[in-house]
């Protein structure tokens, strides 16, 4: 009973469940049938709004092209406005107000700019056009006042400058007095040069104005306006063109001279060496000063400019080096002389030194002629400079003035070289880089050491060839001595010591005491032999005395009063010449006298002693001892003096 049951109770739920889902599926199909209408209804409402929706973005999209058009337009108008005011500025030109006019400019190739790269109408075309003519004429006008601007600033180096500017400390020879010898070697017979020591403070100077800061501005603007605008070589022309000219006619107030070798070589000396000294202060002052400060003024003018100012700078100043440069070259090439090498040398030195400077000044490839130019030239001075030297020593050597000095000093010749060497010497270092490139001996030692001695040989052959005019051989002896000596006593006092040694100096000072020793031979052999005992005897026989300090038994009366004759005789008569002889140097002069006494008066008070007796008691005694040794003595120091004397009194 209870499984019927059951059953029914569950078929009932069934049904129940059955009818729930056939409600909610009625339910679901009349929400999708609702559901589809509703999307029906929307779709036509849409369509319905297309039309609204496509004249509203119209609408939007209408208004911001006309807002677009009104700004579009308004740029347009301004810089119409614009031309307009760089037009009235151009046409009015750039005489009362440059800036104004460099301003209207930079606004004229705005617009140009701006009409160029925007969409324009076919009416707007000659607007562009107009403006295109109209940047032309600025243009022109641009430039002719870039170059009036350069013309009316660009004056040669003011006068006052001039006047102030320190003058030079070079060194030179002064003066020089000479006379021709008869080879045609010129050699001064006397040398009173004084070489003009060169300070050793570079000096300093004022930097002339050449160009007025304030413009320097204007000028870059207007170069830069130009380049821009395509007038580079027109811009390069007149830059050149007007400073070139400043340049020059500065130099030419300076006093550069565009001299040939010919005219060099016409000019007398004095007036060369003046012209050369002037050369080498005024490359100091163009180098240093107008050189330096025109290459500021063209860094300045064009400056951030896309053009060459180097090759601008070189066209400016090519001229000018050219100027300066060709003098020293006309006096590299003329004629040598010995003075010249002193000038020639001077030259030297300020190019070697100006170098770095030359080099700061006239940098690049454009400019690199104008370096090559002043190392060529340098190379000429160097090669003047070395073969000047190394013909001195045959100058000197084959001298042949017949010019004698009479009382057997210190030749002119002797102190002429003596003096010359001494002054190169001052340029040692120099002379040194000079001679670097000739081979003259062993290359580890000094050239100018060899050469010095060289010439210092070449002297002493020249000297020995003069000694042999003198009829006196004692004299001969007398005027090597002194000469040699003059030759190891002014170069062991000066730089020439270390630079020739100690064996030089030492080997001619033995050859200076040869010298002495063979005068005091020549000079006093025979008054010596006369104070002898050699050939005094009796009845004039041929018997000798006895030992020295002997009496004089067997010796003739009247032998020994001719021997005190003689020597009466012989002593005047070398006093009297010998008085006259000179030997300037104070030192060898008194050891001379004291070697000349040290022999002669032992050897006088000796005969004195011996055979004083056999005239002392002869009725006139003091005709025979006319001399005590103290007046020889005292007579000595006379000697070599340069003194016009008459017969010594006792």
Same mark, same amino acid.
């Given at each position: 009973?209870?499984?019927?049951?059951?059953?029914?109770?569950?078929?009932?739920?069934?049904?129940?469940? !059955? *009818?729930?889902?056939?409600?909610?599926?009625?339910?679901?199909?009349?929400?999708?049938?609702?559901?589809?209408?509703?999307?029906?209804?929307?779709?036509?409402?849409?369509?319905?709004?297309?039309?609204?929706?496509?004249?509203?973005?119209?609408?939007?999209?209408?208004?911001?092209?006309?807002?677009?058009?009104?700004?579009?337009?308004?740029?347009?108008?301004?810089?119409?406005?614009?031309?307009? =005011?760089?037009?009235?500025?151009?046409?009015?030109?750039?005489? @009362?107000?440059?800036?104004?006019?460099?301003?209207?400019?930079?606004?004229?190739?705005?617009?140009?700019?701006?009409?160029?790269?925007?969409?324009?109408?076919?009416?707007?075309?000659?607007?562009?056009?107009?403006?295109?003519?109209?940047?032309?004429?600025?243009?022109?006008?641009?430039?002719? *006042?870039?170059?009036?601007?350069?013309?009316?600033?660009?004056?040669?180096?003011?006068? @006052?400058?001039?006047?102030?500017?320190?003058?030079?400390?070079?060194?030179?020879? &002064?003066?020089?007095?000479?006379?021709?010898?008869?080879?045609?070697?010129?050699?001064?017979?006397?040398?009173?040069?004084?070489?003009?020591?060169?300070?050793?403070?570079?000096?300093?100077? +004022?930097?002339?104005?050449?160009?007025?800061?304030?413009?320097?501005?204007?000028?870059?603007?207007?170069?830069?306006?130009?380049?821009?605008?395509?007038?580079?070589?027109?811009?390069?022309?007149?830059?050149?063109?007007?400073?070139?000219?400043?340049? @020059?006619?500065?130099?030419? +107030?300076?006093?550069?001279?565009?001299?040939?070798?010919?005219?060099?070589?016409?000019?007398?000396?004095?007036?060369?060496?003046?012209?050369?000294?002037?050369?080498?202060?005024? $490359?100091?002052?163009?180098?240093?000063?107008?050189?330096?400060? @025109?290459?500021?003024?063209?860094?300045?003018?064009?400056?951030?400019?896309?053009?060459?100012?180097?090759?601008?700078?070189?066209?400016?100043?090519?001229?000018?080096?050219?100027?300066?440069?060709?003098?020293?070259?006309?006096?590299?090439?003329?004629?040598?002389?010995?003075?010249?090498?002193?000038?020639?040398?001077? $030259?030297?030195?300020?190019?070697?030194?100006? =170098?770095?400077?030359?080099?700061?000044?006239?940098?690049?490839?454009?400019?690199?002629?104008?370096?090559?130019?002043?190392?060529?030239?340098?190379?000429?001075?160097?090669?003047?400079?070395?073969?000047?030297?190394?013909?001195?020593?045959?100058?000197?050597?084959?001298?042949?003035?017949?010019?004698?000095?009479?009382?057997?000093?210190?030749?002119?010749?002797?102190?002429?070289?003596?003096?010359? $060497?001494?002054?190169?010497?001052?340029? !040692?270092?120099?002379?040194?880089?000079?001679?670097?490139?000739?081979?003259? %001996?062993?290359?580890?030692?000094? =050239?100018?050491?060899?050469?010095? $001695?060289?010439?210092?040989?070449?002297?002493?052959?020249?000297?020995?060839?003069?000694?042999?005019?003198?009829?006196?051989?004692?004299?001969?002896?007398?005027?090597?001595?002194?000469?040699?000596?003059?030759?190891?006593?002014?170069?062991?006092?000066?730089?020439?010591?270390?630079?020739?040694?100690?064996?030089?100096?030492?080997?001619?000072?033995?050859?200076?005491?040869?010298?002495?020793?063979?005068?005091?031979?020549?000079?006093?052999?025979?008054?010596?032999?006369?104070?002898?005992?050699?050939?005094?005897?009796?009845? %004039?026989?041929? &018997?000798?005395?006895?030992?020295? %300090?002997?009496?004089?038994?067997?010796?003739?009366?009247?032998?020994?009063?001719?021997?005190?004759?003689?020597?009466?005789?012989?002593?005047?008569?070398?006093?009297?010449?010998?008085?006259?002889?000179?030997?300037?140097?104070?030192?060898?002069? *008194?050891?001379?006298?004291?070697?000349?006494?040290?022999?002669?008066?032992?050897?006088?008070?000796?005969?004195?002693?011996?055979?004083?007796?056999?005239?002392?008691?002869? &009725?006139?005694?003091?005709?025979?001892? !006319?001399?005590?040794?103290?007046?020889?003595?005292?007579?000595?120091?006379?000697?070599?003096?340069?003194?016009?004397?008459?017969?010594?009194?006792?």
């Amino acid at each position: 009973m209870g499984a019927p049951q059951a059953i029914e109770i569950l078929t009932q739920r069934a049904s129940v469940l !059955r *009818e729930s889902l056939q409600r909610s599926r009625s339910n679901t199909e009349s929400m999708v049938a609702m559901l589809g209408s509703f999307d029906h209804r929307l779709s036509a409402l849409e369509s319905a709004m297309r039309p609204t929706q496509v004249r509203t973005r119209a609408i939007r999209t209408a208004h911001q092209n006309i807002e677009n058009t009104l700004k579009a337009t308004a740029v347009v108008l301004t810089h119409f406005d614009l031309l307009r =005011q760089a037009e009235v500025a151009i046409l009015k030109g750039p005489d @009362e107000d440059l800036e104004s006019f460099l301003d209207a400019v930079d606004l004229l190739k705005c617009n140009i700019r701006f009409f160029s790269t925007n969409k324009i109408s076919t009416s707007e075309y000659g607007l562009l056009n107009h403006a295109n003519n109209l940047l032309s004429k600025a243009v022109v006008k641009l430039r002719d *006042e870039f170059r009036q601007l350069l013309a009316t600033y660009s004056k040669p180096i003011d006068l @006052e400058f001039i006047a102030n500017f320190p003058p030079n400390s070079l060194r030179s020879l &002064s003066q020089t007095t000479g006379s021709q010898s008869d080879s045609g070697n010129h050699v001064p017979a006397n040398n009173h040069s004084e070489h003009q020591g060169r300070s050793l403070e570079t000096p300093v100077y +004022k930097t002339p104005t050449l160009m007025p800061p304030r413009i320097l501005p204007l000028l870059h603007n207007l170069a830069e306006q130009l380049v821009q605008a395509g007038y580079q070589q027109q811009c390069s022309r007149i830059y050149s063109d007007v400073r070139a000219s400043a340049l @020059e006619s500065s130099l030419q +107030k300076l006093g550069v001279d565009a001299l040939t070798k010919d005219d060099v070589q016409k000019m007398e000396w004095d007036t060369l060496e003046t012209k050369i000294q002037d050369w080498v202060h005024l $490359m100091q002052i163009a180098v240093n000063l107008l050189f330096a400060e @025109e290459r500021k003024i063209c860094d300045q003018i064009f400056y951030g400019v896309t053009f060459n100012k180097d090759l601008c700078f070189a066209e400016v100043t090519v001229n000018s080096v050219s100027m300066l440069l060709s003098f020293g070259d006309s006096v590299a090439k003329s004629k040598r002389s010995p003075e010249k090498i002193f000038p020639l040398l001077d $030259m030297y030195e300020v190019l070697h030194e100006l =170098q770095p400077e030359i080099a700061r000044i006239f940098e690049g490839k454009a400019c690199s002629e104008i370096q090559q130019s002043t190392l060529t030239l340098a190379k000429h001075l160097a090669h003047a400079v070395k073969g000047t030297f190394l013909n001195f020593e045959e100058i000197i050597e084959k001298d042949s003035t017949k010019t004698m000095v009479a009382d057997g000093t210190v030749h002119p010749l002797s102190s002429y070289v003596i003096n010359y $060497m001494k002054f190169l010497f001052d340029y !040692r270092l120099t002379i040194e880089r000079i001679l670097q490139e000739v081979e003259i %001996g062993n290359k580890t030692d000094s =050239q100018l050491a060899i050469m010095t $001695m060289r010439i210092m040989q070449s002297l002493q052959n020249n000297l020995d060839g003069k000694s042999k005019q003198y009829k006196d051989p004692a004299l001969t002896y007398l005027f090597l001595m002194n000469n040699i000596h003059y030759m190891v006593r002014s170069l062991s006092r000066s730089e020439a010591k270390d630079l020739l040694g100690d064996d030089w100096v030492q080997i001619h000072r033995r050859i200076v005491q040869q010298n002495a020793n063979q005068y005091k031979r020549v000079a006093w052999a025979k008054i010596l032999q006369t104070l002898s005992g050699q050939g005094l005897s009796s009845l %004039g026989s041929s &018997s000798s005395l006895g030992a020295e %300090g002997g009496n004089s038994s067997g010796v003739s009366r009247a032998s020994v009063k001719e021997r005190f004759k003689s020597f009466n005789t012989q002593f005047e008569e070398l006093h009297q010449r010998q008085s006259q002889w000179v030997v300037p140097d104070p030192e060898l002069r *008194e050891y001379l006298r004291l070697a000349i006494a040290e022999v002669l008066l032992p050897a006088y008070r000796s005969f004195i002693k011996r055979f004083g007796l056999l005239v002392e008691n002869s &009725s006139k005694p003091q005709k025979y001892i !006319r001399y005590t040794p103290e007046d020889v003595e005292q007579l000595l120091d006379g000697f070599f003096q340069g003194n016009t004397v008459g017969e010594p009194k006792r």
